[in-house]
């Protein structure tokens, strides 16, 4: 008797939660319907993705990833409308089983939520400005410049791939800011730092949403997934073997950059329960600065040098502006750029017809959400599609086209515009925006300044179409040499 009620009582509760779930799909943006388990992975059109699906859904609609809905903005209305009308409601990172197993909710960008999230970015900002996001970074960049300068006159004429010497450039930079100190470009420790951080995401779609889908299963199973989880592994042990030095080399009185600030505040938070200030999150977060700045940003200098190369009177009038302004062997400053609208112009259609992150990283709304006449239910993963702002033809009357004049007004004076948001905006806005402005800066026109760039083969024939991904893109492998100017 006592089996048949609870019988009855499970099927009742299942019941209502199927008639819960059926509801709540109903007042959820439309969407194609999803397959078992799968849901409409294999429906994405991964080229033409979310353009295609907004065509015949409108700019808000639902994709089933595995079995989880995921709802996309696409549209810079809808994103601005999500992202700071309603910001607070969509200020959440999206969670999925293969992030939850690589940050374990801590660091700055994509593991942590709520009150952890708060005190470590609030944490992060005044600790780049009290170490001096101004002169004291924009020197550390100066000097790596001056680095790279050396690096690329050793090539003689040679052509090679610029991949390995910006990432290279790019990290000891953050290397500076973090650790206090910066590498030699042939150190070992360094050279596997730099591969597992080149291979941080290497993760198909597939193999991820799988993950995703079986994580318990998958977790013996060999596979890409294992390599992700290897790869974090190995670059959280290089970062706490940096910690353990500045642990015991610190000197509260003078901290020295981010791991010692980040130290002295534990110390600060130790009696208290609820601070996020601990060991887990001073190494995530540690190492989110290095894959959110040196990686995209060596991304966006290589697909910058593509551009240059690929039209010739964008690199005309470039050189016009640093002979004019910077010269022959002024080291290129921030100050500069006010001076430069051209070259600033450049800069930002380069980050535009890049769209690096074309989705946005993933959010979630942290409470039952209405999103315009949709229902969204707390905790589901939404992408604000950047590229839909970054493209939009009311906006920008070429968005295919990688075209200058997008930035400039009629006197040629830089025209800044509310739908360029490569850096995401509202609260989730990138944290490390102002130092990858300076980074890009100072680096593309140090290189101009001393070398001209020339491709192996026509100009015309250089492809600037970045790879297509779900998430992120990236350009294109290419060979190049460089001449003393």
Request: hydrophobic share 35%; net charge positive.
């Amino acid at each position: 008797m006592e089996a048949s009620i609870l019988l009855l009582c499970g099927t009742c509760l299942l019941f209502m939660a199927i008639q819960r779930k059926t509801s709540e799909r109903r007042r959820m943006p439309p969407g194609p319907f999803p397959l078992p388990l799968i849901g409409n992975f294999l429906q994405l059109d991964t080229k033409n993705f979310p353009r295609s699906m907004e065509k015949k859904y409108g700019p808000v609609f639902t994709i089933y990833l595995g079995s989880a809905p995921a709802v996309v903005l696409y549209g810079h209305d809808v994103v601005m409308e999500a992202l700071v009308t309603q910001g607070d409601e969509f200020t959440d990172r999206g969670a999925s089983p293969i992030l939850t197993k690589t940050t374990n909710g801590t660091g700055l960008f994509e593991g942590s939520n709520g009150e952890t999230w708060k005190q470590i970015r609030h944490f992060a900002e005044t600790t780049l400005d009290m170490l001096g996001m101004g002169q004291n970074i924009e020197k550390k960049i100066q000097k790596e410049a001056g680095f790279l300068v050396e690096r690329l006159k050793s090539t003689n004429g040679r052509t090679f791939d610029p991949t390995s010497f910006l990432s290279q450039t790019t990290t000891n930079i953050l290397c500076s800011i973090s650790f206090g100190k910066r590498f030699n470009y042939e150190d070992k420790n360094f050279l596997r730092f730099l591969h597992f951080l080149a291979h941080h995401n290497d993760c198909p779609l597939l193999s991820s949403q799988l993950y995703n889908i079986f994580p318990t299963i998958l977790d013996y199973l060999p596979g890409s997934h294992q390599k992700i989880f290897k790869n974090t592994e190995e670059l959280k042990q290089f970062v706490s073997r940096q910690v353990d030095v500045h642990q015991k080399t610190l000197q509260p009185e003078h901290p020295r950059d981010f791991i010692d600030a980040f130290l002295i505040k534990m110390e600060q938070e130790r009696q208290n329960s609820h601070s996020a200030f601990d060991h887990p999150n001073l190494v995530r977060s540690t190492l989110d600065l290095f894959t959110g700045g040196a990686q995209s940003t060596s991304l966006v200098l290589k697909y910058g040098l593509l551009v240059v190369m690929k039209y010739p009177k964008v690199h005309e009038k470039i050189l016009q502006e640093i002979d004019s302004v910077i010269g022959p062997s002024q080291t290129p400053c921030m100050a500069d750029l006010d001076k430069m609208p051209y070259t600033d112009a450049v800069i930002h259609e380069i980050h535009r017809c890049l769209a690096l992150v074309p989705l946005n990283l993933p959010r979630t709304v942290i409470k039952d959400t209405f999103f315009r006449q949709y229902f969204i239910p707390k905790g589901t993963t939404v992408f604000p599609a950047l590229k839909s702002s970054l493209y939009d033809s009311r906006e920008f009357p070429n968005p295919q086209q990688f075209d200058v004049g997008h930035f400039l007004d009629k006197k040629g004076a830089l025209r800044k515009s509310e739908f360029f948001i490569p850096f995401s905006t509202g609260k989730r806005g990138c944290l490390g925006k102002k130092l990858i402005d300076i980074m890009i800066f100072i680096l593309l026109t140090t290189i101009l300044q001393h070398f001209t760039l020339k491709p192996l083969g026509d100009p015309g024939d250089l492809d600037t179409s970045p790879t297509t991904g779900f998430l992120t893109v990236a350009p294109k492998s290419y060979q190049l040499s460089v001449a003393p100017r």
